[in-house]
């Protein structure tokens, strides 16, 4: 099985922590400005059975240097389809990591070619969307002179909610370059966007929809 190990750290200060990235000689995964819109869709049944046996269903679309294409009509749009198990609490992954201090969980995940497609055959077995989020992703790696952070994935997402750091990979690299980070384990997010953006609605006294931007980019 393969599990994805993660935190999530919260941004305050975009431009410091691209400083610091710069300083640690990170450089971005993907071509031209680095930057990636997802749109990002959950599928359940209408008894949300999926949300109770803390699994998710997820089609996302990516598009390059934020450029929002995923809104055109009749053409196929190639998407990830992930699968993610139950938060795994209580049992150890990976050496010495311990599933309490990380996000820990099964995961499956593998391209489509037509989400719309896809989206229609997930109907047709009785699931239906059920949230949507959209987010701009940024992507980062550390160099190879760095032996430690083999591995790692420094992901930097701009959502309707604030800016995050998500920290990807093996445990102690997560701990290692969430030190140099200037971050420590209390700063941990251990939690996912949906609860995230629930914790926001409930601060503001607002009903929870999709986390969309009202203005894009």
């Not at 610091?20 to 059975?49: C, S, Y």
């Not at 679309?61 to 795994?88: C, H, M, Y």
């Not at 790696?141 to 997402?157: H, S, V």
Request: charged share 35%.
């Amino acid at each position: 099985m393969a599990y994805e190990i993660e935190i999530k750290l919260r941004v305050n200060n975009r431009g410091k922590l691209l400083a610091v990235l710069k300083g640690m000689g990170a450089r971005t995964v993907h071509r031209g400005t680095g930057q990636i819109h997802e749109w990002n869709t959950l599928f359940d049944t209408p008894a949300q059975e999926l949300r109770k046996r803390e699994q998710l269903l997820r089609t996302r679309i990516e598009t390059p240097d934020g450029q929002v294409s995923w809104r055109k009509k009749n053409a196929p749009q190639p998407a990830l389809l992930t699968f993610k198990g139950p938060v795994l609490r209580g049992r150890r992954r990976g050496r010495g990591s311990r599933a309490e201090r990380h996000k820990v969980r099964e995961e499956i995940e593998f391209p489509v070619g037509d989400a719309v497609k896809l989206a229609k055959i997930l109907e047709r077995l009785g699931m239906r969307p059920s949230f949507h989020y959209e987010k701009y992703r940024t992507t980062f790696a550390l160099p190879a002179t760095k032996a430690w952070a083999k591995g790692l994935l420094i992901e930097l997402d701009e959502t309707p909610i604030g800016i995050f750091m998500e920290l990807e990979g093996p445990p102690k690299a997560i701990d290692q370059a969430a030190k140099e980070l200037g971050y420590s384990k209390k700063d941990y997010i251990l939690t996912n966007y949906v609860s995230l953006f629930a914790e926001e609605c409930r601060r503001r006294s607002k009903k929870m929809g999709d986390m969309v931007f009202q203005k894009r980019k």
